[in-house]
């Protein structure tokens, strides 16, 4: 049969439909009312068909890419934002995942924020799941981990760029707009949400995270048909290509500095622990770990709590903190209770001295404590008898007389003899 040769009803219109395309600023329904109006004889059917064959507002298809991966050349990582029930309630969550790109070997947990300490802790944990590292981490362009640029020029930030030093890898950035480039991280999300998240509930975020390891466990060990195994069988041939872990891979933690409050509590997260209630008004150094919160007051550690996870606020006590029902406030500070124990001289001097200062004099204790803790004992004694005997209670002139009396007994001349001044 010869082929049937047939002119479109809309070809004598081509001029005009792209004039109004462009015109109806792409709505092809204004367009075939406009024909209409000027006596044109055709169907909105035929009018699209003939837009698509003349890819009028329908640019043609590209060919989708296609990205090969050696073992242990590369691993990618993103998130993305879920709901999940927890605790009988849907809360939303941040899932961030990790993938091996020639194994397809997954790994993923939830959050309820993504910063860059909780991708420190999730990379940690990842890592030592798979038992190794790839050679490249691919990323978006997400400030958690850049710090300038994207692409190709992407700069991390220098806490993420040592992090990646100490595990022997790099971080990459695919170019803005090229969200293909890391497919096979972005794939597995529409799985978890489709068959991990659909129809459980957890009692708690550290129950989700549980039964997610466990999950990817049994994800990870199942055939698939595209890759003629299981990506466990095909980590097997990867696992020798892989950077071994650090002899010693050091617990990831943040730094905080906060100040008792008046309840005896310091806030992190909007969630508020309990320290010991004499230390109110104190700075505390606070180090968050992945599932600790640690009070130190120097290098003393004063409180350690279990990290609160939820997103409603939270106060966490322990009985310890709290003064006991009924008991007094103590009249002295810890400073002043110290010094008290120390010689007569000092003790002497700091009874006179809180007399002689404003308030509970605190502020004039802790410096005198200093003073004591800082200077060899036999020049804060000499010193301090001295000043006693003067009524001299200005600190500063106190350490003037400290550094002369160390100057005298400590900075002799060599062999032990005196200059013919100090025989003056």
Do not use: W
């Not at 329904?29 to 024909?35: K, N, T, Y």
């Not at 180090?287 to 106060?315: C, F, M, N, Q, W």
């Not at 209770?337 to 007569?344: D, I, N, S």
């Amino acid at each position: 049969m010869p082929p049937l040769e047939r002119a479109s009803k809309a070809e004598p219109y081509k001029d005009d439909i792209v004039a109004l395309f462009l015109q109806c600023k792409g709505n092809l329904v204004r367009v075939h009312e406009e024909l209409v109006a000027q006596g044109a004889a055709i169907s909105y059917p035929a009018l699209t068909a003939f837009c698509r064959r003349h890819s009028i507002g329908h640019p043609p298809p590209r060919p989708a890419g296609h990205y090969d991966f050696g073992p242990g050349q590369e691993m990618q990582h993103d998130t993305s934002p879920h709901r999940a029930m927890i605790g009988g309630a849907q809360q939303p969550v941040e899932t961030a995942s990790l993938v091996l790109c020639y194994s397809r070997m997954l790994f993923f947990q939830c959050y309820p924020t993504f910063n860059r300490f909780t991708c420190k802790v999730f990379l940690t944990d990842a890592l030592d799941y798979f038992q190794g590292v790839a050679t490249v981490c691919m990323i978006d362009n997400t400030h958690v981990v850049v710090a300038s640029g994207t692409g190709r020029d992407m700069v991390p930030a220098p806490e993420m760029a040592a992090f990646a030093e100490r595990f022997n890898f790099t971080f990459r950035a695919h170019e803005k707009g090229d969200a293909n480039r890391s497919a096979r991280v972005e794939r597995p999300f529409s799985f978890i949400e489709g068959n991990f998240l659909a129809g459980r509930s957890f009692a708690d975020l550290d129950d989700l995270n549980r039964q997610a390891k466990a999950f990817c466990d049994k994800a990870n060990a199942k055939a698939r048909r595209h890759l003629h195994g299981s990506p466990r069988e095909l980590f097997a041939a990867e696992r020798p290509h892989l950077h071994g872990l650090p002899l010693f891979v050091p617990e990831v933690y943040a730094l905080h500095h906060r100040i008792v409050d008046v309840e005896g509590y310091v806030s992190l997260d909007r969630h508020r622990y309990s320290v010991p209630y004499a230390l109110i008004g104190r700075r505390l150094e606070l180090r968050e770990t992945k599932d600790r919160i640690d009070a130190y007051l120097g290098p003393r550690l004063v409180a350690s709590h279990r990290k609160a996870v939820a997103r409603t606020t939270v106060r966490v006590t322990l009985p310890e903190h709290r003064p006991r029902r009924g008991e007094a406030r103590p009249k002295t500070s810890p400073e002043e209770q110290e010094l008290l124990q120390t010689a007569p001289p000092l003790r002497d001097y700091a009874t006179e001295l809180k007399r002689q200062s404003a308030g509970r004099g605190t502020l004039a204790l802790r410096r005198l404590l200093a003073l004591y803790r800082e200077y060899p004992r036999e020049a804060v004694a000499k010193a301090v008898t001295t000043a006693l005997e003067y009524r001299l209670f200005d600190l500063d002139r106190l350490e003037r007389l400290i550094l002369r009396t160390l100057a005298k007994d400590y900075f002799v001349l060599p062999g032990g003899g005196h200059s013919d001044d100090d025989h003056e």
